[in-house]
């Protein structure tokens, strides 16, 4: 008769035989209606989704909009009607190895070629002069976009994009501040990262996801299927280690990026959720506000956690609203001196 500890082995190796195989999530009706008002790119060999909604502001005002890790362009779902409101063109990507686009195994996905994919997707569409709508690790490619800016601006010269204006939203742009979930530190260890993986599954995620949302604004049943399914689109599980390199990243270039805030005067401000436990409010607003002076802060309710654009649409609209109205009374005035 086999001992127990044979019974368990036997039922773990036959699980993850199973998870291996276990297909992708199916895409939820949101999410396909979201793709099919898309369409792709190629970019070294990769094909990239992205959305283009033309909008009712003025023609010159264009807006690009990164999105963060693990999620995807639809993160912006909730304030895409209010933000094709006020400029004249919103544009949104998913990165590669992230939503709706190609997610190739084993790929090293570095920040600098998602900036370079966002710098080749605006000459493609003809935008020259545009501003950032950016969060979480979306902030990171911003980063590095002002960063190639601030070079050519200290050099004297002129680039063939502009960066108009940037807004973040909760990020780890300041790697010490940075306090990783259990899961992050499991995806970033190269024995445990490959066994999660294969062993996710809609529970885990579920509880993974909601952690860095506030209790009170928790997604709902449905949107969590809709986000399940778009980051476990096209096997999306198996990349969650590759994508997470972003983190070491940021160690590896603090200086620079950091340094990209600290030196740039290309108009700043970040929205910012205090309940986010990846990034604490006590340690990482204050450090920011000590390094980027500069930039302008609107701190939400503090039920607000790491998703502020999902947990508080409204919130997020009526702030960054406020800080590119200003920004058009400042061009306006600089055009009369």
């Known amino acids: 008769m086999p001992s127990t500890s044979s019974i368990i082995l036997v039922s773990l190796v036959v699980a993850i035989a199973i998870f291996i195989n276990y297909p992708s999530p199916p895409l939820t009706g949101r999410i396909k209606k979201w793709k099919q008002s898309g369409q792709y790119f190629e970019y070294k060999g990769h094909n990239r989704f992205y959305k283009e909604s033309k909008g009712s502001g003025r023609d010159e005002d264009i807006l690009m909009i990164f999105h963060g890790f693990p999620?995807?362009?639809y993160d912006y779902n909730k304030i895409w009607d209010d933000l094709t409101k006020m400029f004249g063109k919103v544009v949104v990507l998913d990165f590669l190895g992230y939503g709706l686009s190609d997610k190739p195994l084993g790929h090293n996905y570095l920040m600098v070629?998602?900036?370079?994919?966002?710098e080749f997707l605006l000459k493609k569409?003809?935008?020259?002069?545009?501003?950032?709508?950016?969060?979480?690790?979306g902030d990171t490619v911003a980063q590095e976009l002002i960063h190639r800016q601030n070079k050519l601006t200290e050099a004297g010269k002129k680039g063939e994009l502009e960066i108009l204006s940037v807004c973040l939203?909760?990020?780890?742009?300041?790697p010490e501040t940075i306090d990783m979930r259990l899961l992050q530190k499991v995806m970033l260890n190269p024995w445990l990262a490959p066994i999660a993986m294969r062993l996710s599954n809609r529970i885990m995620f579920k509880k993974g996801f909601g952690e860095v949302f506030g209790e009170k604004t928790q997604p709902t049943p449905e949107e969590f299927?809709?986000?399940?399914?778009?980051i476990g689109y096209n096997d999306g599980h198996l990349v969650t280690n590759d994508l997470i390199q972003y983190l070491p990243q940021r160690f590896a270039n603090r200086d620079k990026w950091v340094g990209a805030l600290e030196q740039t005067k290309i108009p700043l401000h970040i929205i910012f959720g205090p309940s986010d436990p990846v990034n604490p409010h006590n340690t990482f607003l204050k450090r920011y506000k000590e390094l980027v002076p500069h930039s302008g802060v609107t701190e939400l309710p503090s039920h607000i956690s790491?998703?502020?654009?999902?947990?508080?649409?409204?919130?997020v609209v009526k702030a960054y609203k406020q800080f590119f109205e200003s920004w058009k009374r400042n061009e306006a005035s600089k055009k009369q001196e």
């Not at 299927?225 to 778009?230: A, C, E, F, L, T």
Request: charged share 20%; glycine share 10%; proline share 5%.
């Open 169 to 174: 939203m909760n990020g780890g742009i300041i």
């Open 225 to 230: 299927d809709d986000y399940y399914s778009v």
């Open 306 to 315: 790491h998703y502020p654009h999902l947990e508080y649409p409204e919130g």
């Open 125 to 137: 569409l003809g935008h020259k002069r545009y501003h950032i709508l950016s969060h979480d690790m």
């Open 71 to 73: 999620s995807s362009s």
């Open 113 to 118: 070629e998602h900036a370079d994919s966002v």
